[in-house]
Nanobody, 128 residues
Framework: QVLLVESGGGAVEAGGSLRLSCAAS???????MGWFRQTPGKEREGVAQ????????YYTNSVKGRFTISQDKAKNTVYLQMNSLKPEDTAMYYC??????????????????????WGQGTQVTVSS
């Protein structure tokens, strides 16, 4: 079992920035981590993915060039730097982890079914 705790959400104006953090109880046994977002009545959407061993990263088209996913192995933490935020980025943001026993999967891993462990979420609200 891996515990994930997100932080860093908040309310910003359009054009602003936020950095989300996802602290994992351990990176051991995890091969990929992802960030997802969800708004009421909609499906959870994959935003970014990072392969912990190689550092490979993937982004959904709507955030490319604005969001950056990164990791700090010493802190067992994954970050999502969000710049040039837009009102349509408003959502609850979740981080997720994929265990090694599932294999690497087919990249990018943007389906919720690709991950087994989830944090509780952190709200991001962008006003126009």
């Amino acid at each position: 079992q891996v515990l994930l705790v997100e932080s860093g959400g908040g309310a910003v104006e359009a054009g602003g920035s936020l950095r989300l953090s996802c602290a994992a109880s351990a990176f051991l046994g995890i091969n990929n981590m992802g960030w997802f977002r969800q708004t009421p009545g909609k499906e959870r959407e994959g935003v970014a993915q990072i392969y912990l061993n190689g550092g490979n990263t993937y982004y959904t088209n709507s955030v490319k060039g604005r969001f950056t996913i990164s990791q700090d192995k010493a802190k067992n933490t994954v970050y999502l730097q969000m710049n040039s935020l837009k009102p349509e980025d408003t959502a609850m943001y979740y981080c997720a982890a994929r265990p090694n026993w599932r294999g690497l999967g087919s990249w990018p891993l943007f389906s919720p079914e690709d991950y087994n462990y989830w944090g509780q979420g952190t709200q991001v609200t962008v006003s126009s």
